[in-house]
């Protein structure tokens, strides 16, 4: 198996994460794809480099405005006296319906949901990498290849159709799914993340064609908080195309892969030709965000059951960090997944 | 005239303002109040506490559970690890009709809109306090008094009915009007603050009963930058009762009193039998949030201009910082309001 990562990823290094009302050190590091790699390597996989897709895959998951924001924000947001190094929004609208505004703070505020993915001088050419990263994964589940594992930091799967959220900025996971469209006509995601992927459900939320299902802890008392619930099931086309399964803080493996079956059964139901997996790792139970407590063997039994599924399969990265066994616990899931694979 | 005040206005002292992602002190300050009662007495106005009118007129206008949360956050705040003094949000929901979250930090985001109404111990007192000015001022009028002042301190205009911001908690002119709505069939609000108030657009948009005009700078570059635009005309029954008069950054006297024109023109149309104004005097030249540039002279006219309508007139005090003509703007708003009310 292939482990797909550019090395520009790295640059993207937030120092900030505005949480409870105080500055924190944002958990988000470059570390965490070294770490990553590291795993990866030893498990036996081959790295390559993405090429440039240029900006096609991420337009067509994301709005020409919300791309316009990202590219340019932190050079307007030098313009403002006494801003913040980084920026971090203050102000949100209510509704996304309403006028657009032209001021950066105003924009600031409508395209990033909350304080946890500020922007600086060079997140726009790690973001823009690591959607390529998991677009060159699906390119080469499309040129035949039955599973790849594409290192997308930073992370996507907060990021809505127009907002960035939770550390993450272009939607690795969406785009991916959306590259898999182009030969495939049923794809799903499956979202094993502690959060919930709000931003990949956003996306496809309308449509029938992706079967987005996200396991992850309750949201009720868990970031993100306002989305994830089991009652959000798709709309219009996509009724019924979206599967949330919230679990209760701190489910062990065996509440967690009872879940699994569930969300596996469901995507058997649909019977997609190629599935992207959102492959969080901070369900662990040594995570720093402490939502769930699945065990690092654990890890390996879920990515078992997911290859039972026998579809080619792209594995993109999320959520997991900085902890004693984060290596380990990536590779557990690529052994799980299959000796044969890697 | 009377000054409607109470002191426990004063305890709720807010110390930060997260501002383009810089922690800024919060110019909503105590003092505001003590120059404005100061300027009201000078005038010759006579000082009266109001009596304590409990929940219901603020019940009237604002979601059971965004009174919960004003009245719990604080305490519960504290016992999130490592959060700061004051409950400030950092993160927050794209749309109102989703899940409820239980977290403190969710529900912080859910009725917070931004970060410049920290709640601290006292905020939940001098917000109820500073409602009950304003409901006492209408009471006052529904009395018999032609004119009052309610020295509203927190401000008002920019509650809406489930959340904070601009420095606002709870909507005093909103809940002075609704209770002038106990007797009078049509009441119209004036909001002459420098900012929308969106808070009270949002309260009566689906109302015909209420007439709201708010005269401001162009939020397309200047808070609350999601609201105020001239195409948000009201809803369902309330459709063609709410009027924004969005003026260019900068506008002086003549500009202003042009369009105050068309507002009261508007007012008189809709023939109401009271009156509230949002009397916020930050669009003074040398307010130090630099949005118009009315000048102390200016605000007696623009006094004058509203007094001529004859109507029962209640002043709710809304924006307005330190300055040092901040007391004389007031007194030439009273002034030009007409001696013989003083």
Redesign the interface.
Known sequence: MNVIYAEIQQLHSPQYF?????M?PNPEVPQRAERLLDAALKCGLKHIEPPDYGLDPVAAIHTPEYLQFLQNIYRR?GY?E???????????????D??Y???A??QA??HM????C?ISAETWRSALASAHTAVHGAQLLLDGAAACYALARPPGHHA?RD?A?GFCYLNNTAAAAQTLRTRFERVAILDIDVHHGNGTQDIFYHRPDVLTVSIHAD?????????G?A??RGTGPGKGYNLNLPLPRGTEDSGYLKTLDQALARISAFAPQAMVVALGLDAYAGDPLKGLAVSTAGFGKIASRIASLGLPTLLVQEGGYLCPALGENLASFLEGFGPGSL
Chains 1, 2 share one sequence.
Do not use: K
């Not at 949901?113 to 946890?116: C, L, R």
């Open positions: 505005l949480s409870s009302g105080a924190q947001w403002i006494g801003a913040s190094a980084e920026v971090i929004p203050n102000i949100h609208p209510d509704r996304r309403g006028a505004p032209a001021s703070v105003g505020g409508f949901a909350d304080t946890s500020p809505a907002f959220a949201p009720v008392r868990f970031y993100p908080f306002f989305w619930h009652s959000e």
